[in-house]
């Protein structure tokens, strides 16, 4: 897990509708090193915004 600042960080649930897939799907991304969770800054999980959208245009 890497630290970003929380504003390019989001949530899982928001990451699961821009890439319009089940939030379990994510975990799969993840393993496959598409997306890297990320710290959001209160010790939740979340994802970078720039890396969820790259992933959405790669249609992943």
């Not at 993840?30 to 800054?41: A, S």
Request: hydrophobic share 45%; charged share 25%.
């Amino acid at each position: 897990m890497t630290d970003r600042p929380a504003d390019d960080v989001i949530g899982a649930e928001e990451a699961s509708a821009l890439l319009e897939v089940p939030a379990h799907q994510l975990e799969v991304l993840v393993d496959q090193g598409v997306l890297t969770p990320v710290d959001d800054g209160t010790g939740a999980t979340g994802f970078s915004r720039a890396e969820v959208m790259a992933a959405r245009m790669m249609g992943g």
